[in-house]
């Protein structure tokens, strides 16, 4: 089953918006297989973020990632990853569609709430990067049935 990788910024966490993000996938269907709240290690910020690292906001975002606790997260179902970055919304949450997390929640491109993998591949890679194999737990939800055909 598909899996992609989702953190809460710095920002949703000192919001408050952690259960109101956590219940927009618990709502929509998708299964959580880990969770922990962090303080993100300066290499782990600039590891993940690597792709971006000649962009003028890498050295901002990254001391941003840093700041306070982020909540990373693996969240699973049939086109999570495409799925996430659409209810996750535009980069720009000035850009994004209301009924996104970003277009709800937030004014600034530097503080957009959350973080989701773009693709499959970049899901694999962030995956393994953020969670030991360990802390990630496969459960069959009850609820399967009433959300698969
Ligand atoms: P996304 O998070 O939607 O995948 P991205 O990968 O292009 O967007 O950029 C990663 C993060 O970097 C983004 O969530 C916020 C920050 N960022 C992107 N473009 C920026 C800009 N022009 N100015 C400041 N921060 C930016
Ligand atoms: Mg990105």
Known sequence: M???FI???PDGVQRGLVGEVIG???AKGFTLVGLKLMSVP???AEEHYDVHKERPFFGSLVEFICSSPVVAMVWEGDGVVTSARKLIGATNP???EPGTIRGDFGV???RNLIHGSDAIETAKREIDLWFN???LSSWEPTLKTWLYE
């Open 24 to 26: 927009r996938f618990e």
């Open 133 to 135: 194999e360990k802390e």
């Open 94 to 96: 000035l850009s994004a």
């Open 7 to 9: 953190m809460i910024k």
């Open 108 to 110: 600034s491109v530097g």
């Open 42 to 44: 300066q290499e782990l």
């Open 2 to 4: 598909e899996r992609t």
